[in-house]
């Protein structure tokens, strides 16, 4: 370590490019073993795709960890949530969503994704009041109280909804795919792949250029340093825990739409999901989650396309790898 | 006080509860004729054994594990796979037992050297996906495992129903194959719930707590604390697949919801909690109270479920109809961490509700 003057500018701290790569060199590494250059690309793309959607649903959770060190097991929840709630804007105008006009699609899927988030950020402050207010620092019985959510958030949508699956079309102007020479992409990949990138965007932005951004980063880094600033974290945190929510509510009214269906054990079967995705991320970092993301759907999508049986172990395998290479995550944002 | 490993109940209403339980379970096919009483009985005694080797994680290590219903199955199949595939001999019996033990402890191994190195928190998520994994595996490995459909198979012998071993006229009952699989299952499971109680309160059983405690500390009094929290998976993962076993025996089937479904995961989770964390004792009052509440409770909440929707009342028919009672077991749960962290037998040990009961932490 070299000393420094009070006057020069900070060491500028080092940028960790590998993981980055990583996805880059996978997908590159499978152009010769896929063969045919067109399925390579349409496999790129769903699982790019795929990945923005696990990406939204999994942003919230790792951030949550992140500045409060707590997990909630009962994030799906918020996903299956989601879905539902879309369903009761999306079954009464049906016959929007089946006219093939972009724009009348969109009037109708835009106010669902918005009434998901709304009710979804909402359970959230319910949540996090009720259920994880009266154990913070206890991690053991955060994963309990979180679990007991979930059960009780599964049971009350099956309660409310019926055991049934809901069938969820996707919108008339959505469906097909655009061609391009022998390559076809799906449309509703396109649209999940843009709404991601935005998201990301949004949260890359107000985390590193806002004032909100600088409290929630100096948070994750060192809460009591903040709570000594004069700062009310816990608000801060109830604000990151609810739009954590909301996001988990969004991607699973588009995880709805992309599988075409609505079902309350989706929930079970999207936190295995996102729990390996923000572990590969490393905990607490939106960067390592949106690689991650990526990561394992590539792996899905590639390791479907070449050896279908793999695919079922895949994630963890894939986990297993990211872990003997950085044992605590792509990027390793605290010292917890 | 030996066979207690000098670790008594500590309450006597406690002791008086958990007599009565014993002796009911010892009595039942005398006591409640009928196969019902019959099955519900053999399954508190497996759940029980299964539910004390997940406190042995959860209350003692205070590691949250999602992949015992893993090694639980684990034992299933394997007898159910080695009868299915042998035939009705005890030759399958033992090589089922022989290939299902070992295998569910390496696997505890592999996990618990890979995982248990970081925070709990890790611990928990990465069971969490390897056992949906096993799951999704077993499920699609249909050649081996029968799919969706699982592997009914035939016990040998000794243990079927048909055989009568003491006639109905000797002492007014009639003892069969299905009557000394009970007393089977009864035997084996106390065993093992005793050998865990001995486990506890060994050298060891007071390093788990240790860590349990403060692992940082345990560590620096130079225990290792990676090899006693993987030895401690590889036991508890040992009698879960041993509870498997007996519960494949039991039903002489082993499939996908029976052993490996992730509500089984949340079953035992519930009977630990209700039940008493750290406690061994609050397996078996855990899985008395969760089992029978599930035999029994359920078509009480149909009739009130019934009356309701007679009555003309929104909403109520469907929170109360029988398929939602894990709905109110969920809340019942989340009061329970909340509230009684301790569970039934913290309470009865400490009514005054003492905050400094074992487990809770």
Not at chain 2, 32 to 53: H, Q, T, W, Y
Not at chain 2, 193 to 211: D, E, K, M, Y
Not at chain 2, 246 to 261: C, E, F, H, I, K
Request: contains cysteine; charged residues 10%.
């Amino acid at each position: 370590m070299t000393d420094l003057a009070a006057t020069d500018p900070l060491p500028k701290p080092k940028r960790d490019i590998a993981p980055i790569l990583l996805p880059i060199a996978l997908a590159l590494l499978m152009i010769p073993l896929i063969g045919s250059t067109s399925s390579w690309l349409t496999l790129t793309a769903a699982s790019l795709a795929m990945g923005m959607m696990i990406f939204i649903m999994a942003s919230g959770l790792t951030l949550v960890f992140g500045l409060m060190d707590v997990l909630n097991f009962g994030h799906g929840a918020f996903i299956a949530v989601g879905a539902y709630v879309a369903t009761l804007v999306l079954a009464p105008f049906a016959a929007s969503i089946q006219a093939d006009s972009l724009w009348m699609n969109l009037a109708v899927l835009a106010p669902a994704a918005l009434l998901s988030m709304a009710v979804s950020g909402a359970l959230g402050l319910v949540v996090e009041r009720v259920l994880i207010l009266p154990v913070y620092g206890q991690h053991l019985k955060q994963i309990l109280m979180t679990t007991g959510g979930l059960i009780v958030a599964e049971q009350t949508l099956y309660a409310l909804w019926g055991p049934q699956i809901i069938p969820m079309p996707l919108p008339a102007s959505l469906r097909g795919s655009f061609i391009l020479g022998e390559v076809a992409i799906a449309k509703y990949r396109v649209l999940a792949m843009l709404i991601g990138l935005a998201i990301f965007i949004a949260i890359q932005l107000v985390l590193n250029r806002s004032k909100l951004g600088l409290l929630i980063r100096a948070g994750v880094e060192n809460r009591e340093m903040v709570e000594a600033l004069g700062y009310r974290i816990r608000r801060l945190f109830l604000g990151v825990f609810m739009t954590g929510s909301a996001l988990a509510g969004l991607g699973g009214v588009m995880w709805a739409l992309y599988r075409e269906q609505v079902h309350a054990s989706m929930s079970d079967e999207l936190t295995v999901l996102i729990f390996v995705v923000v572990i590969i991320g490393g905990l607490g970092s939106i960067g390592g989650c949106f690689i991650g993301a990526i990561l394992v759907a590539m792996v899905a999508n590639y390791g479907g396309f070449l050896v279908p049986k793999l695919a079922l172990v895949s994630n963890i395998l894939l986990m297993v790898a990211i872990l003997m290479w950085r044992p605590r995550g792509l990027y390793a944002v605290t010292s917890r | 006080m030996m066979i207690l490993s000098g670790d008594p109940p500590r309450s006597r209403v406690l002791t008086l509860v958990l007599v009565l339980i014993i002796l009911a379970l010892a009595a039942t096919p005398f006591l409640f004729p009928g196969a019902k009483a019959l099955n519900v009985a053999a399954k508190i005694c497996v759940f029980a054994a299964l539910v004390a080797s997940y406190d042995l994680l959860l209350g003692y290590t205070g590691s949250v594990s999602f992949a015992h219903t893993m090694f639980y199955g684990i034992g299933s199949y394997a007898i159910a796979i080695a009868l299915y595939g042998m035939g009705p001999n005890w030759a399958a019996v033992a090589t089922g037992i022989v290939v299902g033990l070992p295998l569910a402890a390496l696997l505890a191994l592999a996990i618990g050297l890979f995982s248990l190195r970081v925070a709990a928190i890790f611990f928990a998520m990465i069971t969490l996906a390897v056992a949906s994994a096993f799951q999704v595996l077993a499920s699609q490995l249909s050649w081996l495992t029968g799919g969706e459909d699982g592997r009914s198979f035939q016990l040998p012998e000794l243990l079927r129903p048909g055989t009568v071993l003491i006639s109905k006229n000797l002492f007014g009952f009639e003892i069969n194959g299905r009557i000394l699989t009970f007393y089977l299952v009864f035997a084996v499971s106390a065993l093992m719930i005793l050998a865990l109680l001995r486990v506890v309160n060994s050298p060891f059983g007071r390093v788990l707590q240790a860590i349990r405690e403060n692992r940082f500390r345990a560590e620096a009094l130079g225990f290792r604390t990676v090899f006693h929290l993987t030895y401690a998976n590889c036991l508890a993962a040992l009698v879960a697949a041993g509870a498997g076993i007996l519960n494949a025996l039991w039903l002489r089937y082993a499939g996908p919801d029976t052993s490996l479904s992730f509500s089984i995961m949340l079953d035992i989770l519930l009977m630990v909690v209700i039940g008493g964390m750290g406690t061994i004792y609050g397996a078996i009052i855990g899985a008395s109270i969760f089992i029978l509440a599930q035999n029994y409770l359920q078509s009480l909440m149909g009739v009130a479920s019934q009356a309701a929707s007679e009555a003309g009342l929104p909403l109520l028919p469907g929170l109360l109809h029988p398929d939602r009672w894990l709905l109110w077991l969920g809340l019942l749960f989340i009061a329970s961490v909340y509230f009684f962290p301790t569970g039934v037998v913290g309470r009865l040990r400490n009514p005054a509700g003492d905050k400094s009961g074992g487990g809770s932490h």
